[in-house]
């Protein structure tokens, strides 16, 4: 491995793009599932995070970051979103600063590997917009159409999330 990016000899440069997204999404997953810095729970029926929650201006009480996002489905995200999983709101991070305590490994694993990651795409042009799955980040296919608001799909996301 060179700077997190794995170099074999006979991968076509496509595929070590695709193979680094991919084993880079799984990853932060991981630990994200392990720090849940967001806190998706329903709350009097009504979807709620860590921003929602702390007043922040950006988060709509009733609504995600992934709210009206076309790949949000009742059971929620359908496709691998490097860029959804690399961005934090300005409330989940302050959470995740306030966990840092009880989480003396995993903070700082998490945003070495944002940071590491962030760095290595930009270096071999590896895109990783939110709302576009790996397919459309790695073909440069940019999604225009307009974003619902989804109440009913947040609330859904936030009851999975919750059991």
Not at 112 to 122: A, P, S, V
Not at 150 to 159: C, I
Request: charged share 25%; glycine share 8%.
């Amino acid at each position: 491995m060179e700077n997190g990016f794995m170099i074999e000899l006979g991968i076509a440069p496509a595929e070590r793009k695709k193979q680094y997204y991919a084993q880079q999404y799984r990853s932060i997953s991981a630990l994200l599932r392990t720090i849940d810095p967001c806190e998706v729970r329903t709350v009097g029926g009504v979807p709620q995070c860590t921003g929602n929650r702390a007043g922040d201006a950006d988060a709509d009480v009733g609504t995600l970051c992934c709210t009206g996002c076309h790949h949000l489905s009742a059971k929620g995200c359908r496709v691998k979103s490097l860029g959804c999983k690399m961005w934090l709101c300005t409330a989940a991070f302050k959470n995740l600063l306030d966990k840092y305590p009880q989480l003396p490994t995993e903070v700082p694993q998490l945003l070495k590997e944002i940071q590491e990651t962030n760095r290595t795409c930009q270096f071999y042009d590896i895109p990783f917009r939110s709302r576009h799955s790996m397919e459309e980040n790695l073909a440069g296919t940019l999604y225009k159409e307009g974003f619902k608001a989804s109440k009913e799909g947040a609330t859904l996301l936030a009851n999975n999330s919750a059991s």
